[in-house]
């Protein structure tokens, strides 16, 4: 996650000995511990409820949008609806 190496790993170590000293160590250890499950926690809690609330949005929305009408005329005149696709027809030497 942190991407550390031996190395810099026991440098923090024997830092945190120094400033902590023996007796405060472990309880340090196992105060941070607790931080960061409880900051996965709320993290995991906070990306559930981001996809829940997207998915309700998702199946709420209406599956062909609203278009005013004054705005519908507009686009009609702007982009012409095509005309229906004529029929395919099989090719002369297919034909049978």
Do not use: C, D, H
């Given at each position: 996650m942190f991407n550390i190496s031996g190395m810099e790993l026991l440098i923090i170590v024997i830092i945190a000995l120094t400033v902590l000293g023996p007796e405060k160590l472990p309880e340090m250890a196992r105060t941070m511990g607790r931080l960061q499950?409880?900051?996965?926690?709320?993290?995991?809690?906070?990306?559930?409820?981001?996809?829940?609330a997207d998915r309700d949005e998702w199946r709420r929305a209406p599956s062909k949008p609203h278009v005013s009408p004054p705005l519908a005329k507009d686009l009609e005149q702007i982009y012409p609806p095509s005309d229906p696709p004529a029929q395919a027809q099989p090719p002369n030497d297919l034909a049978g």
């Open positions: 499950r409880e900051a996965l926690r709320v993290m995991r809690t906070f990306y559930y409820e981001i996809e829940r």
